[in-house]
């Protein structure tokens, strides 16, 4: 089945380290995108790429980046310089002109 | 730019009862319109999408919404409530500005469906 996947489901990290979550798809789609959702304030983009080794920084893309050395993958790093992580992370991604997009299942991100 | 606006963060119905749920976008050119749902810790699901044609949509699970460009609106209804579609519903914008393309989403209108 063609479809995206983020692991972990759930992470938590202590203050002052760095963590990657994962996001991979097989779905061919060229464009992919990063998102933090928090109660209440919906979804916000943190970055998104239009294709392989080009990405464009969101609404929110302080404290975190993103690589895009290959089509299926858009790992997203959340550095220690961010200062609110905790949250629900969101991977997306789409392969056509009217930009539908396919979400993952989510990382929840907890700072102990 | 594009915005979305979703009027009520909070809805609740009763079992059976019209569901309504309002998006108003703003656009400078033909919108892309989309209606997702999302339930307690997923992903985000598409429900349906208008791009051209019919103003009317449907998409799954029974909801529909209709285009009106001189109300700027998408509203999403569903004529009938089930227990099932007590969710977070999202609307959406396209947005192509400067060349990329990214979806510009409302702040969620969380449906409640009591018995």
């Known amino acids: 089945d063609g479809g995206i996947t983020q692991s972990p489901k759930y992470l938590f990290r202590k203050e002052g380290q760095n963590v990657t979550l994962s996001c991979e798809q097989n779905?061919?789609?060229?464009?992919m995108y990063w998102y933090r959702q928090d109660p209440g304030q919906g979804l916000r983009l943190i970055y998104y790429?239009?294709?392989?080794?080009?990405?464009q920084k969101g609404d929110i893309a302080e404290g975190y980046s993103v690589s895009r050395e290959k089509k299926e993958s858009f790992p997203l790093t959340v550095t220690s310089a961010q200062k609110n992580p905790t949250a629900f992370y969101l991977c997306?991604?789409?392969?056509?002109?009217?930009?539908?997009?396919?979400f993952g299942p989510g990382t929840r991100l907890t700072v102990l | 730019a594009q915005s979305v606006t979703q009027l009520g963060s909070h809805v609740s119905v009763s079992e059976g009862a019209l569901v309504l749920l309002r998006c108003n976008y703003s656009?400078?050119?033909?919108?892309?319109l989309f209606w997702y749902v999302q339930y307690p810790n997923q992903g985000l699901q598409l429900l349906l999408k208008?791009?051209?044609?019919?103003?009317l949509v449907k998409g799954i699970n029974g909801f529909e919404a209709e285009f009106k460009k001189s109300e700027t609106s998408f509203h999403l209804t569903k004529p009938s409530a089930h227990m099932s579609d007590a969710a977070e519903y999202f609307c959406?914008?396209?947005?192509?500005?400067?060349?990329?393309?990214?979806?510009?989403f409302g702040a969620g209108t969380r449906l409640a469906v009591h018995p």
């Open positions: 208008y791009t051209t044609g019919a103003t």
């Open positions: 790429s239009q294709i392989v080794n080009d990405f």
């Open positions: 959406a914008v396209s947005d192509s500005s400067g060349g990329y393309n990214k979806l510009i």
């Open positions: 997306a991604s789409t392969g056509t002109r009217v930009n539908e997009q396919f």
């Open positions: 656009s400078s050119v033909p919108p892309y």
């Open positions: 779905l061919n789609h060229d464009a």
